[in-house]
């Protein structure tokens, strides 16, 4: 079923969850269906539709944006492809204090324009097997405007599905983020730890 929801087109391509690096991994036994993919996306859809109705504070709906992302985005993975090269070499903790950095830091970057949002709708249309993943194709109307398509890359390298990246009409938030997230590397250094900090503080 359709969820309410009320995406601009800037901050929905600026925001989306090209071809995405991700690793090779092997699903697990229980393999992820188009169906539950698909699934996923609705409970996503559904979630954001609550927040952004709640009557919350900005800063509540921040918090519970950013709850929501660790809910059902895989974090790791994500912060991993947006850290890009230097993930290699970083360590465990530095790729554990960047996924919770970036996570805050998209939370607090996107959820301000929840206000947004309200007013349109976004429905699942239908899902495809991409062999490392998943894809949910959905597409979402806004009043006055043309509908536009998002994809939702979804698979269970964790044990449950989660999204891995979203693209509007072809745009990848990895591959948006990494971008950024490379700026604000070079402008400190190429230090993964001052680029972590440099997150948190931003957004």
């Known amino acids: 079923m359709p969820s309410d929801i009320r995406p601009t087109r800037r901050t ?19 393999a992820l269906t188009t169906a ?14 609550r927040i952004i ?40 903790a530095q790729l554990s204090a960047f996924a919770d950095a970036f ?31 998943i894809e949910v194709i959905s597409n979402v109307r806004i009043p006055g405007r043309a509908p536009f398509e998002v994809r939702f890359r979804v698979w269970d390298r964790s044990g449950s599905p989660l999204f891995i990246d979203m693209l509007i009409e072809g745009v990848s938030l990895v591959i948006s983020e990494r971008s950024e997230v490379g700026s604000i590397m070079d402008r400190n250094g190429g230090s993964v730890d001052a680029t972590i900090e440099a997150l948190r503080r931003l957004g």
Do not use: H
């Not at 698909?38 to 979630?47: D, N, T």
């Not at 912060?79 to 090269?85: D, N």
């Not at 301000?112 to 993943?133: K, M, N, P």
């Open 36 to 49: 539950t993919a698909s699934g996923l996306v609705e409970q996503v859809a559904a979630e954001i539709t």
């Open 103 to 133: 996570r805050g830091y998209m939370a607090r970057k996107y959820g301000r324009r929840f206000r947004e949002f309200i007013g349109g709708t976004v429905a699942v249309e239908g899902a495809q097997d991409g062999g490392r993943f």
């Open 53 to 92: 109705n709640s009557g919350q504070s900005e800063a509540a709906m921040i918090r519970d944006f950013e709850r929501m992302m660790g809910r059902y985005g895989d974090m790791p993975t994500i912060a991993q492809s947006v850290l890009g090269p230097p993930a290699r070499s970083a360590s465990r």
């Open 12 to 30: 929905l391509v600026t925001t989306a969850l090209a071809g995405l690096a991700l690793p090779l991994v092997p699903r697990g036994a229980a």
